[in-house]
């Protein structure tokens, strides 16, 4: 068989190639034809094919994610932006933290154990690539209905994939959520982030800089796992009448992984490394096109000289592997060696591929002949760009004007106290501590809250008690209804739980989970999340950093909810000073910040009870949200709270629940005068949080509120051994940790 050479491409333009099956449209494989002047060779084909994708060209997302970038609030904080491995943000003393959030949706629900810890392994690389120590991960799950067959089949197999994956790189899982919702059943959604630290001079960007400097690729072999896995999987719905949208799925090597990350960080602390790129999504082509084109000149590679596990792989098959472990560095000459001798150090394989030129383009050698010759920027950074259409579905004033006002509510006591019992333990609001349990939370030392808390903190400084912490939320309820709003509420819910432990929020990253781009009603509810998050992160000063879009979230015409999730990174001078969601000491006063309206509409007492979703989400006030965190933080930092807890998913009652049973300790709640008990209890307003108060601290605490204009009402004490609202019902913690915590291990144990 003839080698298709740029030669021979030049010589047979009439050559049928296979750019649908890759999953290019016609016009796209034309425009490959226009930017080269001839048409593809096959493995020019392939690096085209895979960085057009969906997933690593963003071309059906770009023109609405620019708003991120124009509308970014200013910020000594940000160091490193948009468009880098990972955002890096300044947290004082020297430091800097990278943080991102990242899906692997589709490869998840193909091999639920493999697709998840290989999601792990490529967010983790990412923060390596930054020139980052990874310190912690999170992972934001959304499932399908928890009492279907194939969740049993999914979630089991996505946490111990996380869980493995995590556990054996000595990573500590520190939060994310665990959704479920029949709207996820044939697309779970599987987000992972990660958060590294490292020294302002340490960091570093993915660029190939230098004529002369080698490209060197280290880490595992590349094998035929994964080949198109990501980048294409994720660019299409799924349909079972077509096997190859459901390539193979990346198999993944935490052990590989973790001697990466220490071979990685030593050539770093001896400054060897000009530029850096993990292979994730679409492997050597996105890395090698992204390097170069971000760099000063061209590329040459030998493909010839890839390590490879697999020696019957064609140049197109080694060049869309998205084997895992595997990253590429440019390195001075002079240096390549002591490069070398760390990556053999540390058993990694090592291999100089090429060398950066002075030229402009791409050029890729396979036995002694040229395969590929493109302009780099076309690959990496020139793609397709859609302005998708998009329009307001008919079916949304109906939906907004089916209010769960209608709804039944409960009539007394007695049937408050049935559905308080039904709510908590239903498996969204239920315990998932058989699911967190699966993940180390202390290794390394450093974990001061992690799950259930309301974000995890890590440690930063042993010396100074420096940390951080993070948090990620999201409510594909209330995006449904509101996709502008429904994005604010879950940038509100994510920043507001990073101040309730204590921390100044940020910066953010987010992961967008949507449907079908090619669906008007999709790209509305898209366009109108990207316009609320970034509007939302300009009123609260926390710019954007990174994240990831993943689309065609759905299965034949029926999309996911809109589910944008939102990452909120914050910072701690000392995290002796954190504040725990736990009711700790009995005789504390609890104290209820914020205004609770009669808000019911999407809220878990709307599903739980009624299996109804309708009406417009809670109201948001993003300077209530920043006045009420300022407090949060403040009272945190003097010690005037000992525990606070945000309210959100099943309001009030659900948040006394979860910090009663997670100190131990009762609580005595009186409903305030002119109140209806039913709204004080299950309403989801935003911009609150309840908080214990020392007796001692209560006149200071409350003149604090007072002063700054946020509502605080007095709602009670920490006392006995059961959840006691008085004059309406009161429910042993005995018979609420039974509820809460026996749900999740009767479905899945």
Same mark, same amino acid.
């Given at each position: 068989?003839?080698?298709?050479?740029?030669?021979?491409?030049?010589?047979?333009?009439?050559?049928?190639?296979?750019?649908?099956?890759?999953?290019?449209?016609?016009?796209?494989?034309?425009?490959?034809?226009?930017?080269?002047?001839?048409?593809?060779?096959?493995?020019?084909?392939?690096?085209?094919?895979?960085?057009?994708?969906?997933?690593?060209?963003?071309?059906?997302?770009?023109?609405?994610?620019?708003?991120?970038?124009?509308?970014?609030?200013?910020?000594?904080?940000?160091?490193?932006?948009?468009?880098?491995?990972?955002?890096?943000?300044?947290?004082?003393?020297?430091?800097?933290?990278?943080?991102?959030?990242?899906?692997?949706?589709?490869?998840?629900?193909?091999?639920?154990?493999?697709?998840?810890?290989?999601?792990?392994?490529?967010?983790?690389?990412?923060?390596?690539?930054?020139?980052?120590?990874?310190?912690?991960?999170?992972?934001?799950?959304?499932?399908?209905?928890?009492?279907?067959?194939?969740?049993? +089949?999914?979630?089991?197999?996505?946490?111990?994939?996380?869980?493995?994956?995590?556990?054996?790189?000595?990573?500590?899982?520190?939060?994310?959520?665990?959704?479920?919702?029949?709207?996820?059943?044939?697309?779970?959604?599987?987000?992972?982030?990660?958060?590294?630290?490292?020294?302002?001079?340490?960091?570093?960007?993915?660029?190939?800089?230098?004529?002369?400097?080698?490209?060197?690729?280290?880490?595992?072999?590349?094998?035929?796992?994964?080949?198109?896995?990501?980048?294409?999987?994720?660019?299409?719905?799924?349909?079972?009448?077509?096997?190859?949208? +459901?390539?193979?799925?990346?198999?993944?090597?935490?052990?590989?992984?973790?001697?990466?990350?220490?071979?990685?960080?030593?050539?770093?602390?001896?400054?060897?490394?000009?530029?850096?790129?993990?292979?994730?999504?679409?492997?050597?082509?996105?890395?090698?096109?992204?390097?170069?084109?971000?760099?000063?000149?061209?590329?040459?590679?030998?493909?010839?000289?890839?390590?490879?596990?697999?020696?019957?792989?064609?140049?197109?098959?080694?060049?869309?592997?998205?084997?895992?472990?595997?990253?590429?560095?440019?390195?001075?000459?002079?240096?390549?060696?002591?490069?070398?001798?760390?990556?053999?150090?540390?058993?990694?394989?090592?291999?100089?591929?090429?060398?950066?030129?002075?030229?402009?383009?791409?050029?890729?050698?396979?036995?002694?002949?040229?395969?590929?010759?493109?302009?780099?920027?076309?690959?990496?950074?020139?793609?397709?760009?859609?302005?998708?259409?998009?329009?307001?579905?008919?079916?949304?004033?109906?939906?907004?004007?089916?209010?769960?006002?209608?709804?039944?509510?409960?009539?007394?006591?007695?049937?408050?106290?049935?559905?308080?019992?039904?709510?908590?333990?239903?498996?969204?609001?239920?315990?998932?501590?058989?699911?967190?349990?699966?993940?180390?939370?202390?290794?390394?030392?450093?974990?001061?809250?992690?799950?259930?808390?309301?974000?995890?903190?890590?440690?930063?400084?042993?010396?100074?008690?420096?940390?951080?912490?993070?948090?990620?939320?999201?409510?594909?309820?209330?995006?449904?209804?509101?996709?502008?709003?429904?994005?604010?509420?879950?940038?509100?819910?994510?920043?507001?739980?990073?101040?309730?432990?204590?921390?100044?929020?940020?910066?953010?990253?987010?992961?967008?989970?949507?449907?079908?781009?090619?669906?008007?009603?999709?790209?509305?509810?898209?366009?109108?999340?990207?316009?609320?998050?970034?509007?939302?992160?300009?009123?609260?000063?926390?710019?954007?950093?990174?994240?990831?879009?993943?689309?065609?979230?759905?299965?034949?015409?029926?999309?996911?909810?809109?589910?944008?999730?939102?990452?909120?990174?914050?910072?701690?001078?000392?995290?002796?000073?954190?504040?725990?969601?736990?009711?700790?000491?009995?005789?504390?006063?609890?104290?209820?910040?914020?205004?609770?309206?009669?808000?019911?509409?999407?809220?878990?007492?709307?599903?739980?009870?009624?299996?109804?979703?309708?009406?417009?989400?809670?109201?948001?006030?993003?300077?209530?949200?920043?006045?009420?965190?300022?407090?949060?933080?403040?009272?945190?930092?003097?010690?005037?709270?000992?525990?606070?807890?945000?309210?959100?998913?099943?309001?009030?009652?659900?948040?006394?629940?979860?910090?009663?049973?997670?100190?131990?300790?009762?609580?005595?709640?009186?409903?305030?005068?002119?109140?209806?008990?039913?709204?004080?209890?299950?309403?989801?307003?935003?911009?609150?949080?309840?908080?214990?108060?020392?007796?001692?601290?209560?006149?200071?605490?409350?003149?604090?509120?007072?002063?700054?204009?946020?509502?605080?009402?007095?709602?009670?004490?920490?006392?006995?051994?059961?959840?006691?609202?008085?004059?309406?019902?009161?429910?042993?913690?005995?018979?609420?940790?039974?509820?809460?915590?026996?749900?999740?291990?009767?479905?899945?144990?």
């Amino acid at each position: 068989m003839t080698l298709d050479t740029v030669k021979h491409a030049a010589e047979t333009p009439d050559t049928d190639l296979p750019w649908a099956e890759l999953g290019l449209k016609p016009e796209e494989y034309e425009r490959v034809r226009e930017i080269l002047g001839r048409r593809p060779t096959g493995a020019e084909l392939a690096m085209y094919s895979v960085m057009w994708s969906e997933h690593c060209s963003y071309k059906s997302s770009k023109v609405h994610l620019r708003q991120f970038g124009e509308k970014a609030p200013e910020t000594d904080a940000l160091l490193v932006g948009i468009g880098e491995n990972a955002g890096v943000v300044d947290v004082g003393n020297g430091y800097a933290v990278t943080f991102k959030v990242e899906s692997h949706n589709h490869p998840s629900y193909v091999e639920p154990y493999q697709g998840a810890a290989t999601g792990i392994g490529g967010i983790v690389r990412d923060i390596i690539a930054m020139g980052a120590r990874p310190v912690a991960v999170v992972d934001p799950l959304r499932m399908g209905a928890a009492d279907h067959p194939d969740t049993k +089949r999914v979630l089991p197999g996505v946490v111990a994939g996380i869980g493995g994956y995590g556990n054996c790189l000595g990573l500590p899982n520190i939060g994310g959520e665990v959704v479920f919702d029949a709207c996820y059943q044939g697309n779970p959604l599987v987000n992972a982030g990660a958060i590294g630290v490292m020294k302002h001079e340490d960091i570093h960007l993915a660029k190939a800089s230098g004529a002369g400097n080698k490209v060197i690729m280290y880490g595992a072999r590349t094998g035929g796992d994964g080949i198109g896995g990501a980048s294409i999987l994720a660019s299409e719905t799924f349909d079972d009448s077509k096997p190859s949208k +459901r390539p193979a799925v990346q198999v993944g090597d935490p052990f590989q992984e973790k001697l990466l990350i220490e071979c990685t960080l030593e050539a770093f602390a001896e400054k060897l490394v000009v530029g850096i790129q993990d292979l994730g999504a679409a492997g050597i082509s996105c890395a090698t096109s992204e390097l170069a084109s971000n760099g000063s000149g061209g590329m040459r590679v030998e493909l010839d000289d890839v390590p490879l596990r697999d020696s019957t792989l064609s140049p197109e098959e080694i060049l869309m592997s998205e084997s895992q472990e595997r990253m590429c560095a440019v390195v001075e000459p002079e240096k390549v060696d002591r490069f070398l001798e760390i990556c053999e150090k540390w058993d990694v394989t090592a291999t100089v591929i090429g060398e950066v030129t002075d030229g402009d383009r791409l050029e890729i050698f396979w036995h002694g002949e040229k395969i590929v010759d493109v302009d780099p920027r076309t690959v990496a950074h020139e793609g397709p760009v859609y302005e998708r259409p998009y329009a307001r579905p008919e079916w949304q004033d109906a939906l907004q004007g089916d209010d769960a006002a209608k709804l039944a509510r409960p009539a007394g006591g007695d049937e408050l106290r049935a559905q308080v019992l039904k709510l908590v333990a239903h498996p969204n609001q239920a315990s998932k501590s058989w699911i967190t349990s699966q993940y180390d939370h202390f290794v390394q030392g450093n974990t001061v809250l992690a799950s259930p808390e309301d974000s995890g903190m890590i440690r930063i400084d042993e010396e100074s008690g420096l940390g951080v912490a993070i948090a990620t939320d999201g409510n594909g309820r209330f995006a449904k209804l509101d996709p502008y709003h429904g994005a604010q509420l879950a940038l509100a819910e994510s920043y507001r739980n990073v101040a309730a432990t204590g921390a100044k929020p940020l910066a953010v990253s987010d992961c967008l989970n949507f449907g079908s781009p090619e669906d008007p009603a999709v790209m509305w509810q898209f366009a109108e999340a990207i316009r609320g998050l970034a509007d939302g992160c300009r009123q609260l000063g926390t710019p954007v950093t990174g994240g990831n879009v993943s689309l065609y979230n759905q299965t034949g015409e029926a999309a996911i909810h809109p589910t944008p999730v939102v990452a909120v990174l914050g910072v701690i001078d000392d995290v002796a000073r954190r504040t725990p969601v736990a009711f700790a000491e009995e005789g504390q006063l609890l104290y209820v910040l914020g205004d609770t309206r009669d808000e019911l509409s999407g809220s878990a007492w709307a599903q739980v009870v009624h299996d109804h979703l309708g009406g417009l989400p809670p109201e948001v006030d993003l300077e209530r949200e920043r006045l009420l965190a300022e407090i949060l933080i403040s009272a945190s930092r003097d010690g005037m709270i000992d525990a606070a807890h945000d309210l959100s998913d099943g309001g009030l009652v659900q948040a006394l629940v979860e910090s009663c049973l997670k100190g131990g300790k009762g609580a005595r709640v009186v409903i305030p005068d002119g109140q209806d008990p039913f709204v004080t209890l299950f309403s989801e307003s935003a911009g609150r949080a309840v908080v214990s108060v020392p007796r001692s601290e209560e006149l200071r605490f409350t003149d604090m509120c007072g002063a700054r204009g946020l509502p605080a009402t007095r709602i009670g004490v920490v006392d006995g051994d059961s959840l006691d609202v008085q004059g309406q019902f009161s429910i042993a913690l005995s018979e609420l940790r039974t509820a809460h915590e026996d749900t999740i291990p009767g479905l899945f144990a």
